[in-house]
């Protein structure tokens, strides 16, 4: 069951980075089977979504921006190694982590190492989105930094995709703009905070989605990229 903080409504602030997010998971998650990793894992948001896993084995790190009071971690990592014997995945997911990852080379070397030969390794990582878990929160990636990295550090690109569009970034930045700057402060008013929301976060989204569909969009503006690698045998 995926909760609705990870597959919002059009009330939910984050709805199109989410829901981008959600529906390119779950396209390619049956790529995803036998023993899987999930480095960043977190409390498992998408774990309903990969029904081919044999085993669901979490990665974490522990650091001052994000806390992991109650979330599901299997293994800790220590920043330079995952305690496991190479070649022990057969498969890898890794979602909205690269970006937290200062020494991203390094991990993308240990993901190579623990992942069987031919491993599927999914990943998202964000192209817009404000800064998060700060201090921890690092970079930002094209197609061609994440394509450079991975086939340097041993992998073999089998797609690379986006979640969003100029469109719908758009709306998704207004969106945000009026939850960070003056939600916090409208809601503690009665009725008010509810009818905020209303105008300034389900119409938006509703908009954005109507008009991603009905105008040209172009994707040099996107959410999320979406990539799935395998290690090269």
């Given at each position: ?63 001052e921006g994000h806390p992991h009071i109650n979330e599901q971690i299997d293994i800790f990592y220590d920043g330079k190694t995952i ?32 992942l069987k030969p031919g491993a599927p390794l999914l990943i998202t990582c964000p192209f817009v989105w404000k800064e998060h878990e ?17 086939e340097k550090n041993g992998f073999r690109i089998r797609t690379l995709d986006k979640s969003g569009n100029f469109i719908e970034v ?64």
């Amino acid at each position: 069951m995926i909760s609705n903080e990870f597959k919002p409504s059009v009330f939910h602030p984050y709805y199109f980075i989410r829901k981008g997010l959600i529906g390119k998971i779950r396209q390619y998650s049956p790529l995803l089977h036998g023993r899987l990793l999930d480095f960043g894992c977190g409390s498992k948001p998408y774990k309903a979504l990969i029904n081919n896993a044999g085993e669901y084995v979490g990665v974490d790190y522990e650091n001052e921006g994000h806390p992991h009071i109650n979330e599901q971690i299997d293994i800790f990592y220590d920043g330079k190694t995952i305690p496991v014997a190479s070649d022990s995945f057969d498969a890898g997911l890794t979602s909205e982590v690269f970006e937290h990852v200062f020494n991203l080379e390094e991990v993308l070397k240990e993901l190579h190492r623990v992942l069987k030969p031919g491993a599927p390794l999914l990943i998202t990582c964000p192209f817009v989105w404000k800064e998060h878990e700060v201090p921890n929160d690092f970079a930002r990636y094209t197609h061609f930094a994440l394509r450079h990295m991975l086939e340097k550090n041993g992998f073999r690109i089998r797609t690379l995709d986006k979640s969003g569009n100029f469109i719908e970034v758009m709306f998704q930045l207004r969106v945000l703009y009026f939850f960070d700057n003056w939600y916090p402060k409208l809601r503690r008013i009665p009725l008010i905070g509810a009818l905020s929301k209303l105008l300034f976060i389900a119409i938006p989204n509703i908009a954005g989605n109507f008009f991603s569909k009905i105008l040209p969009v172009s994707r040099t503006m996107y959410l999320n990229n979406i990539v799935v690698a395998e290690k090269a045998v």
